[in-house]
């Protein structure tokens, strides 16, 4: 794993973009795994704004999204596909037709789980997959578990996810239960890993997924077994090391 020291969030997020930018740069039609969550906006803006002033082309650029909150359909404000429109699509030049979620307004959560793995398995190997890292460790939305799950699944959202992530809901009670997620496995296969953090909240957390045993318990800690990891953390985040 290379992990890179960021100063504060807007040092993170212009390292971490700049690694996006190369990949994108270098390959004008990669496949990247996309992220939501605070971590990312910054980096987000950064990547606008290089579009915006012709420095980035994601004409021929396809992404495919780690996870969805099931029941919150693209107009919900807190949709991970709302999000990732306001967030990002919106604002460059790539064809939204090759942006994909999974669809959280799916009528039958199997048949969803089965259709999105299927689909990211159709697209060609994925150049980058970047992560935010959940409180608890999770990655995408593989909350801690007995094993590591392999494919996309719906999974129970664990209840300190819950808590972090009611911030962007009118209340607790409001945030999904459920979401579907990418699993593990979808993600190990990326050629490459870019993975933002930051803020104290996440110290701890970052340490274990670091130098801790590999477990299932901490499902980012399966990231050491991969072979191309980059952490782009600032100070904050690394104040355990
Ligand atoms: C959410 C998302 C994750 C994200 C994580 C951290 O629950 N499902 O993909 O990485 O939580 O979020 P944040 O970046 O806001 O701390």
């Known amino acids: ?117 299927e689909l990211v398995r159709s697209l060609p190997e994925m150049e980058l997959q970047l992560l935010g890292l959940g409180v608890d460790g999770h990655i995408g939305f593989n909350e801690p578990a007995p094993v590591f799950p392999e494919v996309t699944n719906c999974v129970e959202l664990d209840p300190s996810t819950i808590e972090a992530n009611k911030r962007f809901f009118a209340s607790a009670d409001d945030v999904p239960r459920k979401a579907f997620t990418m699993g593990i496995g979808t993600i190990m296969r990326a050629k490459r890993i870019l993975m933002v953090v930051n803020g104290e909240a996440k110290a701890d957390i970052l340490y274990k997924v670091v130098n801790g045993p590999v477990d299932p318990m901490v499902p980012a800690s399966i990231l050491r077994f991969h072979r191309d990891v980059t952490i782009v953390a600032d100070e904050a985040a690394l104040s355990k090391f």
């Not at 460059?92 to 793995?117: H, Q």
């Open 1 to 117: 794993m290379k992990i890179i020291k960021a100063r504060d969030y807007d040092d993170m997020s212009l390292k971490a973009a700049a690694i996006v930018a190369s990949v994108v740069t270098l390959k004008p039609d990669a496949v990247l795994g996309l992220a939501t969550g605070s971590s990312p906006i910054g980096l987000y803006k950064v990547l606008i704004d290089k579009c915006r002033k012709g420095e980035l082309d994601f004409s021929q650029i396809t992404t495919a999204n780690l996870d969805e909150y099931v029941g919150l359909g693209p107009e919900d404000d807190q949709s991970y596909r709302y999000f990732m429109n306001h967030n990002l699509f919106d604002h460059i030049n790539i064809d939204k037709s090759r942006t994909f979620v999974p669809n959280g307004l799916a009528k039958d959560p199997d048949a969803e789980v089965r259709r999105y793995e």
